[in-house]
């Protein structure tokens, strides 16, 4: 009897921790996914709009 409350008890942990790191990971990974996607969307088109609005005021800077 002991043995199947040891058993269940370390299950139930093992399974709560792993969902833990589940999540805690899918969101970390997503978070930075998202973040990088973001600094260089802004990256690309800041960059691409300063060059194009060099390149209709005549003058570039590069």
């Known amino acids: ?3 199947l409350v ?3 008890l370390s299950l139930s ?3 709560s ?3 833990f790191f589940f ?3 899918f969101f970390f990974f997503f978070f930075f996914f ?3 996607c973001f600094l260089f969307f802004f990256w690309f088109c800041f ?3 300063c ?3 060099e390149g209709l005021s005549g003058t570039k800077f590069l």
């Open 13 to 15: 942990l093992f399974l």
């Open 47 to 49: 960059f691409k709009g």
């Open 34 to 36: 998202f973040f990088f």
């Open 17 to 19: 921790l792993s969902l």
């Open 1 to 3: 009897m002991e043995n």
């Open 23 to 25: 999540f805690f990971f």
């Open 51 to 53: 060059q194009r609005v």
């Open 6 to 8: 040891f058993l269940s």
